[in-house]
């Protein structure tokens, strides 16, 4: 069925049902024009039945004032002159047994007897009789009759015929009036229905347009609350309808875009799939682990963008039911390998039917690089301290098998546990000190204030000025002006105390050690630099790790634990700052320390 607009949908059934209305009025005022004038036919030839005794009577009253006495033939005879005073075509007078008494001029009404006639029978049970009948003539007649008392003993039926051809044509003229005013009045219910229409629809199509600038997204938009009550009401429920819709939408909005950010930010690399192994989600950290640029990988399968046989044997099990799988997995990354820990576990719909698999990455990459660093941490920390034990352990055990009572050895051997004790005591204090760096910094920020670089390298020279001494070597502060930093004081000097020993240890006799303190752009800038041997530049990326020495016999020979650069690193970390280093062999080596300008 083709749809129609509400507009011709309500103006052709309101149309359909004034045409229907029209037409039922038609007929009924066409019937009931009939009966009426049937009826009113009737009334008059009833009246027109009185009118014969009436007349007769004042004929009667004429003779009786001749005194002369009438009897029933007279009677009959003077109802029978009267006749022909009745302005209708057919008049007759029957009597008792049907037999035409006399008749109207000009009828031509023939027969033996007329008893039968409805209107005949009646008339003898004294009632008015009406028929409706084709006459002799083949013509459509209404007949009435009444019952006439001549005397006690004498009574005959006077009967008119009227023919019904005048009927039509009244009833033309009634049924052309009728039209014109059933017409007229669907021309105005027509007119009244398309205004109707207009007026119900009208609401309707802003409500419509209202509704399709909803579903396009408009803001503010609301449908106008007009028309009857009810058309009222409905918009109004509506626009609170669509109030809560929005509320609601800008609730799950908001909820998206959590669960977006959320997914977007997180560490792990999230990747969702259907059955076939198609994408339909991935994060960033997803994408970045798989080296996709951006969200390509989207309605591509799995094999396709992630060449890797244990991956896809991994979902392949997810797929298959297995509740938890993991794996760990190597990804290549041009000059760079990746450590990836990989979780899956399948989607199901609400039927428990498998719908997909969910895959979670986690980049451990670091951690494997931190267990690694802590092995190395262990070994280095194990045979660093290995060596000053065991040489305590021997110059005890000669000790005791004898050594202790020849006096020179004995101080020899005991010298020997000494030098070793402060040795172990000293990298246990560097350990510690370290250890205190990394893992709890916020102490440390709760004394940070502004700190004069000048006085912190003088103390720093102080400390150690009678090492420099025992090498003949000068110390030389070079400072234009005063500088300050946002530092804790005896952590920026221990740092600089570590410096400039080292640069001691490391320096020929009669050399000197220049401490510069100046300004390069947005930094403050601590530099130490010697003339010693310097270092080659092979060393200088790993020189700032733990325990790492460039000439591990020489360090040890001059007391050193390995670890005073990697303290000095992560002093210049808590001050948001960083240190760099210059050699060249045979020429020195030069340290600075770079920090924010406060």
């Known amino acids: 069925m083709k749809n129609r607009s509400l507009f011709w949908l309500l103006f052709l059934s309101y149309a359909a049902l004034s045409v229907l209305v029209g037409g039922l009025l ?39 004032q001749k005194s002369i006495l ?33 008749q109207k001029k000009g009828s031509t009404k023939r027969g033996e007897n007329f008893s039968y006639l409805t209107e005949v029978l009646a008339a003898k049970e004294n009632k008015i009789g009406f028929s409706r009948r084709k006459n002799s003539r083949n013509q459509y007649i209404i007949a009435s009759s009444r019952l006439l008392f001549l005397s006690p003993g004498r009574q005959v039926i006077l009967s008119i015929e009227a023919p019904l051809q005048t009927l039509p044509t009244i009833f033309g003229h009634i049924q052309g009036g009728l039209l014109i005013i059933v017409g007229g009045g669907g021309l105005l219910l027509l007119l009244g229905s398309l205004y109707l229409a207009h007026e119900l629809s009208r609401p309707l199509v802003k409500m419509q347009e209202g509704a399709r600038s909803i579903v396009r997204g408009q803001e503010r938009v609301r449908l106008p609350e007009e028309g009857s009550q009810e058309m009222q009401n409905l918009a109004r429920t509506l626009n609170e309808m669509t109030d809560n819709l929005r509320q609601r939408m800008y609730i799950i909005q908001n909820q998206q875009s959590e669960l977006d950010a959320v997914f977007a930010s997180m560490q792990e690399g999230v990747i969702a799939m259907d059955l076939d192994m198609q994408l339909k989600a991935i994060n960033r950290s997803a994408a970045r682990l ?40 190597i990804l290549a990354r041009g000059q760079k ?7 899956g576990s399948p989607l199901r719909n609400q039927k428990g039917e498998i719908m997909g698999a ?3 990455f986690s980049d451990v990459t670091r951690l494997h690089d931190l267990e690694n660093v802590r092995r190395e941490f262990v070994g280095n920390v194990s045979h660093e301290l290995k060596t000053p034990i065991a040489s305590i352990t021997g110059a005890a055990e000669t000790l005791l098998d004898g050594a202790l009572d020849k006096r020179e050895d004995a101080e020899k051997f005991i010298r020997m546990i000494q030098r070793n004790g402060e040795r172990l005591s000293q990298i ?14 916020r102490h440390i920020m709760d004394h940070i204030s502004l700190v004069a670089l000048g006085e912190v390298a003088q103390k720093a020279m102080g400390v150690c000025q009678s090492l420099a001494e025992t090498k003949n070597i000068t110390l030389q502060l070079q400072q234009v002006e005063e500088f300050k930093i946002q530092a804790m004081a005896s952590l920026l000097e221990q740092a600089l105390v570590n410096l400039v020993d080292n640069a001691i240890k490391y320096s020929d006799e009669n050399t000197s050690i220049f401490i510069h303190i100046f300004k390069n752009k947005q930094e403050i800038c601590l530099e130490v630099a010697d003339q010693g041997q310097g270092i080659h530049a092979s060393h200088l990326p790993r020189l700032f790790e733990r325990f790492y020495r460039v000439d591990k016999a020489r360090s040890r020979k001059v007391g050193g634990t390995g ?22 062999e045979g020429k020195g080596s030069c340290f600075t320390l770079h920090f924010p300008e406060p």
């Open 26 to 64: 038609i007929l009924f005022g066409m019937l009931t024009a009939r009966q009426a004038l049937y009826e009113a036919r009737q009334a008059e030839l009833e009246n027109a039945t009185y009118m014969l005794p009436i007349l007769s009577l004042n004929t009667s009253f004429q003779a009786t």
């Open 70 to 102: 009438l009897s029933d033939t007279q009677k009959i005879s003077v109802l029978c002159k009267n006749l022909d005073f009745l302005e209708y075509p057919d008049v007759f007078l029957y009597g008792l047994e049907g037999k035409i008494l006399c």
């Open 290 to 329: 798989l080296d996709l640029p951006g969200r390509d990988g989207l309605g591509r399968k799995l094999p396709e963008v992630a060449r890797n046989t244990k991956l896809i044997e991994t979902a392949n099990r997810v797929l298959r039911g297995q509740v938890l799988v993991e794996a760990d997995l």
């Open 337 to 343: 390998t990746l450590m990836v820990q990989v979780k």
């Open 358 to 360: 969910v895959l979670v």
């Open 428 to 441: 246990v204090q560097d350990l510690l000190s370290l250890s205190r760096l990394e893992q709890d910094p």
């Open 563 to 584: 670890l005073g650069l990697a303290i000095v690193k992560h002093i210049c970390q808590i001050f948001h700052g960083y240190v760099t280093v210059k050699s060249e």
